[in-house]
């Protein structure tokens, strides 16, 4: 086998030119592959962390709605959650806020208006301003996006100027760009600040149930509202929902799968000239290797030798192909990234999916000359010179 | 070694070999000599396993392989046989030791014992300090000397060499009758085909061939003229 792979190595490095243009079909194929697989990933990765975990699976969601847009204090209560506990086929329930932000009115100068605000993620990416993180030892820094940066400070610079926030006064420390895939607040206050202004607004109103092993999750869900339209703590202030999480998984998954038919369709058609490509090069690599066929004949190598010998060849011409293929994917997903609003990434299931491409391609596309190879006469063969 | 009993064979009408009986014991040197088309090379295909589309019976070791599977019969060439070409047939993108080795890759040889074999056969032909050459920087003698070095890498019983001094001088053919003459005393067996009789003389018998006819005896080759 090792044997057969040097021979490979040294007939393919004997025309290089030739057999790089053969890769490049398959270079073009596997950047492509790897680029779409990239963006699809990285897509998938966004959306899922935008739209949080839906393992939704043996567990239902009940959701409060406020029937009125300034009610920021309604919402599910610890009795409420002993109420749900009661439900026939019901295991625990856990509360939990759909609020992602409080909401403030904030001033500067003459200029006011209402935002959303939270607490500062650990590390933040700035556009203006040093340093990633909120210096908690001074409570009034805060960062701001960039968005109300213009439209507060008109094209001032806004960094290190005075905000006032619910009659606080904060020094703007930073300004950050918000994307429009990830969502982000206007304000990042200290977690210590948001702790002691902002934090009661956070209602909570949803609740995850979860529900026992041979319960039904509709009819739990079903019977859950029901309670809470009869016992709910504030179902005088608004409604009681099942959230169906499902539904967007699905519409979600159908879209992903465009995406896919479209890589496949893209791959599949690259990869195709591409496998025409090496199978010609294989033709004239056995017809102009005819002599050396009938020598290694004559001197021990059997019909499956020749055969695989040239499959072999074919093989490691996908494979290094490949191989550059995938460099070039991770050259073109930098680029892309450049461009693109959210991260492309490439990851390994992809690159297994490249080099298994490239090893198929290699087998289907090298076999036919290989079989000629293999299959002609060995006297003829010795007459070639 | 070897034994053929009324082998014949025909390209549509045309017979190429008639009645063919040729008998060739252990260590014998065998010249065959003929004109050219006269079937020496078919003969010698048949002869080395090479060529299975004939009629008649071929023993090889008393050992009849007409049926024998194809990948079966490359073993046994490998194992058994060399050959020698008269236009060397090497590979010219291989260097010395690499087409030498071919015949190892097939019979798996281990690495290491592969290096000390063509080192050995390489010093037997007296090609040392050529290993990494190729064929085109070597003269028509060094070129033979590497595919006869080829050919006994394996150690077979017998060698079948097809014209080896077809294309050299004759200082050049006398070296490698030299090198043939030490492998038979040696003992292999070797069947030669030429049509240089004193090549031939090298040889303990010589047969002839005519239009597809074997004789033992060169006064009964024009005998029908």
Do not use: W
């Not at chain 1, 494979?319 to 073109?332: E, Q, R, S, T």
């Not at chain 2, 040696?186 to 018998?205: F, K, L």
């Amino acid at each position: 086998m090792i044997d057969k792979i040097m021979i490979a190595f040294k007939s393919i490095g004997k025309n290089k030119n030739r057999n790089f243009l053969t890769m490049l079909g398959i270079i073009i194929g596997i950047a492509c592959v790897i680029a779409i697989l990239a963006v699809g990933d990285g897509f998938t990765k966004t959306m899922t962390k935008g739209m949080g975990t839906h393992n939704d699976k043996g567990r239902v969601t009940i959701s409060f709605q406020s029937s009125s847009y300034d009610d920021v204090t309604s919402g599910l209560t610890q009795n409420d959650v002993s109420t749900l506990e009661r439900v026939s086929g019901v295991d625990h329930v856990k509360l939990d806020s759909s609020n992602t932000a409080a909401t403030a009115k904030i001033q500067y100068k003459t200029k006011r208006e209402s935002t959303d605000l939270n607490k500062a993620p650990k590390h933040l990416k700035l556009y203006k301003g040093v340093g990633t993180t909120i210096d908690k030892s001074d409570m009034s820094n805060i960062f701001i996006s960039h968005g109300l940066a213009t439209r507060i400070f008109k094209g001032e610079s806004a960094l290190n100027k005075p905000l006032i926030i619910e009659g606080n006064v904060f020094i703007i420390r930073g300004i950050y760009k918000v994307s429009d895939f990830n969502y982000r607040p206007d304000i990042y206050v200290s977690k210590d600040v948001f702790k002691q202004l902002f934090a009661n607004q956070i209602t909570q109103n949803i609740a995850r149930i979860y529900v026992q092993p041979d319960a039904n999750k509709k009819t739990v869900g079903k019977q859950a509202v029901q309670q809470m339209k009869k016992f709910g703590e504030d179902k005088q202030m608004g409604s009681y929902s099942v959230s169906n999480p499902d539904q967007i998984s699905k519409t979600f998954t159908k879209m992903l799968n465009y995406i896919t038919y479209f890589v496949a369709l893209v791959a599949g058609i690259s990869l195709l000239i591409a496998g025409i490509g090496v199978m010609n090069v294989m033709y004239i690599t056995v017809s102009e290797r005819r002599k050396e066929i009938g020598i290694r004949r004559a001197f021990g190598a059997t019909s499956n030798d020749i055969r695989s010998q040239f499959l072999i060849e074919s093989v490691v011409l996908c494979v290094i192909g490949g191989l550059i293929g995938i460099i070039c994917g991770y050259a073109l997903v930098a680029v892309i990234n450049a461009f693109l609003p959210f991260k492309a990434i490439v990851t390994g299931y992809s690159l297994a999916i490249s080099l298994s491409v490239s090893t198929a391609v290699g087998l289907i596309f090298g076999f036919i000359p290989s079989n000629k190879a293999a299959q002609s006469p060995l006297v003829g063969l010795l007459k070639e010179e | 070694m070897l034994k053929i009993s009324n082998v014949g064979k025909s390209y549509g009408q045309f017979k190429v070999l008639q009645d063919i009986n040729l008998e060739v014991p252990e260590g014998e040197f065998l010249a065959i000599m003929g004109p050219s088309g006269s079937g020496k090379s078919t003969l010698i295909n048949i002869l080395g396993l090479l060529d299975q589309d004939y009629t008649g019976e071929y023993l090889l070791n008393d050992k009849n392989y007409k049926d024998t599977s194809d990948n079966l019969l490359s073993r046994i060439r490998g194992d058994q046989l060399g050959f020698v070409f008269q236009n060397f047939k090497l590979l010219t993108t291989y260097n010395v030791y690499e087409n030498i080795e071919v015949p190892l890759v097939y019979s798996k040889t281990e690495q290491h014992n592969k290096l000390e074999r063509v080192e050995d056969v390489i010093e037997q032909v007296g090609l040392a300090g050529k290993e990494k050459s190729r064929p085109s920087e070597l003269s028509g003698g060094q070129q033979q000397r590497v595919a006869i070095a080829r050919a006994i890498v394996n150690h077979p019983k017998l060698i079948i060499a097809d014209e080896p001094t077809g294309a050299l001088d004759t200082k050049t053919s006398k070296e490698i009758m030299d090198i043939f003459t030490k492998l038979n005393q040696a003992g292999t067996t070797i069947i030669m085909v030429t049509h240089d009789e004193e090549v031939a003389q090298y040889a303990m018998r010589t047969v002839y061939i005519r239009d597809g006819r074997l004789y033992h005896d060169a006064k009964d080759v024009f005998k029908n003229d």
